[in-house]
């Protein structure tokens, strides 16, 4: 099993970045995929997740309105869209996939690598 995240990079504030995570060795309609971040010197956070049951989307309160969470089964891929990115979205971001959609960062199945994104003011 592999997740795959990428996409990350330099923006400046109120730019976009669509991060992209793409998995292999699993089928993803049988997976919940959550997004979380880690900001240097600071915990893991949940950022958004896709429910496997209904597709349900759930986003963390500083990112509802500006991240939208895409999945694409047919590709095996789930794509988290940022848009109107502050420095304070400067962190770490994992996908994970889990039977679960969860906000807390453990216990997940699987782990992607992470991808780094970096707003600049």
């Known amino acids: 099993v592999q997740l795959q995240a990428s996409g990350g990079g330099l923006v400046q504030s109120g730019g976009s970045l669509t991060l992209s995570c793409k998995v292999s060795?699993?089928?993803?309609?049988?997976?919940?995929i959550n997004w979380f971040r880690q900001a240097p010197g600071k915990e893991r956070e949940g950022v958004s997740c896709?429910?496997?049951?209904?597709?349900?989307?759930y986003y963390e309160d500083s990112v509802k309105g500006r991240f939208t969470i895409v999945r694409d089964n047919a590709n095996k891929a789930v794509y988290l869209q940022m848009t109107s990115l502050n420095p304070e979205d400067t962190a770490v971001y994992y996908c994970?996939?889990?039977?679960?959609?969860?906000?807390?960062?453990?216990?997940?199945?699987?782990w992607g690598q992470g991808t780094l994104v970096t707003v600049s003011s």
């Open positions: 994970a996939a889990d039977e679960w959609c969860s906000m807390i960062p453990e216990p997940m199945d699987y």
């Open positions: 060795g699993l089928t993803l309609e049988a997976y919940s």
């Open positions: 896709t429910s496997k049951s209904d597709g349900s989307k």
